[in-house]
């Protein structure tokens, strides 16, 4: 395991010592999917590593109708629904989630137009990385795994560099396998864990989709 201390200095950071944990993974030309916008950059820096091919995976967190912040689901650009555990506490209701899975289903249709991406990336018996930069309550990734199962990949593999307990209890029935470089106590933001946490932009996200 690579030497390194919480917080990390940037996504880059993570990214590399990701591409170090899932070295074993050369050679077998893995589709890396990114959850954007985040996860593209460090996601790009694994396929390159591990010489396999960069593509998205669209999923949207559904947020709180209290707390923005706060996920109580997620979808994917299906309209597959992934409601968090503890939806029934958050005091959201059905009728918000149905507003919010409308309007994330509207940005994910522009973002595979603005990506030049007509279609999703074929994962049928291929080696899948799922990449994110971090899980607070894991329900985008488990809707992202969720999708992909459907496609019946070779190999199933979410990546993080820290998560929240929780989160990768949630997602570790859905993956064939694992890899998260901290799980830090008391967890409650993904960006406290990293030193630089700047917004990937559109662009930069188009650019790396660009090859």
Known sequence: MSDFSLPFRDREQAAVL???????????RPLVLAIPRGAVPMAALIAKRLHGELDVVLVRKIPSAIDPELAVG???EHGHRELAPYFNRTRTSMEWVEVQTREQLELMRRRRAAYGRPQPADAHGRVVVVVDDGLATGSTMAAALRTLRGQRPALLVAAVPVAAQDALDLIAPL???V??????MNFTSV???YQAFPQVEESEVIRLLAG
């Open 18 to 28: 990701l591409a170090e944990r899932l070295k074993h993974l050369h050679g077998t």
């Open 74 to 76: 997620a979808v994917d």
């Open 175 to 177: 993956a064939d396998e």
């Open 179 to 184: 890899e998260c470089l901290a799980t830090p």
């Open 191 to 193: 960006s406290q864990h």
